[in-house]
């Protein structure tokens, strides 16, 4: 089992940044795909951005490319998203998860394994 908790939303003006946490814990997650996703009010959960724990095959939605980073350090077992230049339209809960089956670095939902219970983030305009 894992288990993950985010924090570090908030509200925020257009243009600004925040930086996500994702505090992971259980047995074998060295070895999955951590990846992070958004689900705005009246919208489907989207993907935002994925990397394996062990680095390589990062991926980003096309909407947040260029602003966000995905990034992990080992020794805190965390995972974190630089959000920079946000937009009103960021506005979203922000999921941390994790895919446990290895060689993909999945964009889609069902997929992943294992979810964290968000976090919000607000950005005014």
């Known amino acids: 089992q894992v288990q993950l908790v985010e924090s570090g939303g908030g509200l925020v003006q257009a243009g600004g940044s925040l930086t996500l946490s994702c505090a992971v814990s259980g047995r074998t997650f060295r070895s999955y795909v951590m990846g992070w996703f958004r689900q705005a009010p009246g919208k489907e959960r989207e993907f935002v951005a994925a990397?394996?724990?062990?680095?390589?095959?990062?991926k980003y939605a096309d909407s947040v490319k260029g602003r966000f980073t995905i990034s992990r350090d080992n020794a805190k077992n965390t995972v974190y998203l630089q959000m920079n230049s946000l937009k009103p339209e960021d506005t979203a809960v922000y999921y941390c998860a994790a895919d446990r089956t290895e060689g993909r670095t999945s964009q889609s939902v069902r997929e992943y394994d294992y979810w964290g219970q968000g976090t919000q983030v607000t950005v005014s305009s």
């Open positions: 990397s394996r724990w062990t680095g390589g095959s990062t």
